[in-house]
């Protein structure tokens, strides 16, 4: 097991990316040795799906986080074809998708499997209600759509917002800080049931690498802190450390540092107390009703200018600052 970070040294895929790009690079790489690709687009309904792409000016659309859960079965078909072929292929998914892909397939030196750091995968119904209440309230429609991106880098890397574009030339654009989905996500109201007992954290991953943002990089390593996104990849496996070795930057940290500030790799989300209110509010009141009543400590914090849990985080920040240099 080793540790890298990446920023990948193109700036357009820098800013289009959740991080620092590091996907785009793996996908380059292998479709460039004439593989392919599967990774998470959206439909052309707007709701984000597994797709295969086998050429590079299609990685565009599969960078960029989409925090819905997809089913990844469906492409078993067309990967089970691939992988007939002698393909070179990556694959890019969840812990449990990958875990899945890995029980299907087995171990294959043609096979690069690298898991996203997950907080839970999100039900889609839950995507599919705030969407439509979000473009009634813009009085348009899902045929009016451009682009969605669930981290868009306007406001910088570390303050993040949900941005859709229309044909019109119009946007919405919120910070995740006050955007209605994702605190609902953040707060582990959208998750899948199966999210608070899954068994897929380190060291029990099944992915060849694990890649996230590396939260906490200005105190863990804050001479490549520009907030312009930076990737941390763990490599779980010889091959995931092979394919990490000429494109990304080792760093002397343990998973544990890591973790400090990205809990998601190791830890599981907790189920609220009180989530089946909240599926109840949604479906009698609609989301954004029933995320303010239900998160309206958080969102009333939030409109004052500074949150609990970011006053926790910036207590245990400065602890920790103390005891590296104790």
């Given at each position: 097991m080793r540790i890298f970070t990446f920023e990948n040294c193109d700036k357009y895929i820098r800013s289009r990316s959740s991080a620092g790009g590091l996907f785009s690079a793996l996908a380059e790489n292998t479709i460039n040795h004439g593989g392919v690709v599967y990774g998470v687009s959206f439909d052309p309904n707007w709701e984000p799906c597994h797709c295969r792409i086998d050429c590079a000016s299609k990685i565009d659309k599969l960078r960029g986080s989409k925090y819905v859960f997809t089913n990844i079965?469906?492409?078993?078909?067309?990967?089970?074809?691939?992988?007939a072929a002698n393909r070179t292929i990556l694959i890019v998914g969840t812990p449990c998708q990958i875990a899945s892909v890995r029980k299907k397939f087995g171990d294959n030196d043609n096979l690069l499997l690298v898991e996203v750091v997950c907080h839970g995968a999100p039900d889609p119904k839950y995507w599919n209600i705030y969407l439509n209440e979000l473009l009634a309230s813009q009085q348009k429609t899902r045929a009016d759509i451009v682009s969605i991106s669930f981290r868009d880098k306007t406001n910088g890397w570390k303050n993040y917002s949900v941005r859709i574009d229309f044909k019109d030339g119009t946007r919405f654009i919120q910070s995740h800080r006050n955007n209605?989905?994702?605190l609902a996500f953040i707060y582990d109201y959208t998750l899948k049931s199966g999210c608070s007992k899954c068994p897929f954290k380190y060291p029990n991953s099944k992915a060849d690498i694990s890649m996230g943002d590396f939260w906490g990089i200005e105190s863990l390593a804050p001479e490549i802190d520009n907030n312009l996104g930076t990737t941390i990849a763990i490599s779980n496996t010889s091959r995931g450390e092979d394919a990490l070795s000429g494109i990304a930057t080792p760093i002397t940290l343990s998973v544990e540092d890591v973790a400090r500030f990205n809990p998601a790799i190791i830890n599981a989300p907790n189920t609220p107390s009180n989530i089946l209110e909240f599926e109840?509010?949604?479906?009698?009141?609609g989301f954004n009703t029933a995320v303010n009543k239900f998160l309206k400590f958080i969102l009333d914090s939030r409109n004052k200018g500074i949150s609990m849990r970011y006053r926790l985080y910036c207590l245990l920040r400065k602890i920790f600052a103390i005891f590296k240099k104790g």
């Open positions: 079965s469906k492409c078993f078909p067309l990967l089970s074809d691939d992988i209605p989905y994702i109840l509010a949604v479906d009698k009141e």
